[in-house]
């Protein structure tokens, strides 16, 4: 069963907790998804040696 989140929302704002929703929504926080993000950042890519980069 999936539970919008507005009702959450709502409950929390009713008992005067809305801090709780803004520290749940706040990206800078969450562990979880800062570390799926950094694993979807392109690894380092390094050259062959000897190899022509294609800089001037």
Do not use: N, W
């Not at 959450?8 to 799926?36: K, N, P, S, Y």
């Not at 694993?39 to 380092?44: G, N, V």
């Amino acid at each position: 069963m999936r539970v919008p989140i507005h009702f959450f929302a709502r409950a929390l704002h009713v008992f005067g907790e809305i801090q709780v929703l803004e520290h749940l929504l706040d990206t800078a926080r969450d562990e979880i998804g800062l570390t799926l993000m950094d694993e979807r950042l392109p690894k380092r890519v390094r050259s062959k040696p000897g190899g022509t980069s294609g800089a001037l």
